[in-house]
């Protein structure tokens, strides 16, 4: 990949990609490039993928990146400087709705079911959060989660203020919080579990709620994936094979997560790993449901999208060849 000086992705993530590079020099492997969205145990099966080498396996030299901020993810998706990327749906969304090229081709959950609200402890009942900080990013998908909860004791965001911190990264939220410069923040595990080890109240209404949503996608360009569809069939079945390695190895995965997200209680780690196991899919289909859900939430949050063909925002069907292989080899 070529520096520029005026890429906004090399600018943050230039010297944060990690390959596989002995086992590229075993066989030929297709070099890719992927920026993943938060330092979150949600992104575990990407990171137990690539440590236990299973991209390579399928034929991907995976350089991966931790990339802070829609803007920067989608800038360097359009520029051709990540060819996919691991995160919120609402940025591609807004992006296709601009007439940019995008499109899912997996996604980890269709509904809302890590997302917790963490507040100061003084904070015993939602209406208490009245006229007090919010530390969320108004252009995040977390702000519209926000917004439904403060909906159910008839408060709206006129109700709070929201601040950003920082990059409004997950740590930057939760020190916010602890140092009550903020009295709440939606944080994911393990993050929600050490804030609640330094006193954090732990609110789980977002789960309650049910709200369908795609979370944690993984995205493309219609382009990469016309030109280079068995480089995108490869990447999704190391993928899948991660979700099954992330469900049937605990201390792997626990160990892993350890790793990148500097989390060393062994706690923290096996409650999220008790979390998280239950929820994944076998196979990481987009629902169509909870597609045309994340749209009308952002068309009601507002600013207004132009019309967008939820159909045409995702693609399952190489998801479905590689389940029909699946099951082929299970009748073998």
């Not at 992705?9 to 590229?24: D, I, N, R």
């Not at 034929?59 to 919120?88: C, H, P, W």
């Not at 979390?275 to 939430?297: F, G, K, N, Q």
């Amino acid at each position: 990949m070529k520096p520029s000086h005026r890429s906004p992705f090399l600018a943050v993530a230039a010297l944060c990609f990690a390959g596989s590079l002995a086992l590229a020099q075993d066989k030929k492997l297709t070099t890719v490039n992927l920026g993943y969205s938060a330092i979150s145990g949600s992104f575990a099966p990407l990171w137990v993928g690539f440590e236990q080498g299973l991209f390579a396996k399928h034929g991907i030299d995976l350089k991966m990146a931790y990339i802070q901020g829609n803007r920067v993810m989608l800038s360097a998706l359009t520029a051709g400087e990540i060819l996919f990327y691991q995160g919120a749906a609402e940025g591609l969304i807004r992006l296709v709705s601009g007439g940019g090229d995008g499109i899912f081709v997996a996604t980890q959950y269709n509904f809302v079911g890590h997302y917790v609200l963490m507040t100061d402890p003084s904070i015993t009942r939602l209406e208490d959060l009245r006229g007090k900080r919010i530390a969320l990013d108004p252009t995040s998908p977390t702000y519209g989660y926000m917004l439904k909860a403060l909906e159910q004791v008839g408060m709206k965001k006129e109700d709070v203020v929201f601040v950003q911190f920082g990059t409004a990264g997950q740590p930057e939220r939760a020190i916010a919080v602890l140092r009550k410069q903020a009295s709440a923040t939606i944080l994911t595990a393990p993050n929600t579990y050490a804030a609640e080890k330094q006193g954090l109240r732990k609110f789980s209404i977002l789960r309650e709620l049910g709200i369908r949503q795609l979370i944690t996608v993984t995205a493309t360009t219609n382009k990469y994936l016309r030109e280079r569809r068995e480089t995108v069939a490869a990447l999704l079945r190391a993928y899948v094979e991660a979700l099954s390695v992330v469900k049937a190895q605990r201390d792997v995965t626990m160990k892993v997560i350890a790793k990148y997200t500097r989390q060393r209680d062994p706690d923290v780690l096996a409650k999220f790993y008790d979390d998280l196991v239950p929820d994944l899919p076998r196979i990481p289909y987009i629902d169509d449901t909870s597609a045309r859900a994340t749209l009308d939430a952002m068309q009601a949050q507002g600013p207004a999208l132009p019309k967008v063909d939820v159909k045409a925002l995702y693609d399952n069907s190489l998801l479905k060849m590689i389940e029909a292989e699946m099951d082929r080899d299970k009748r073998r």
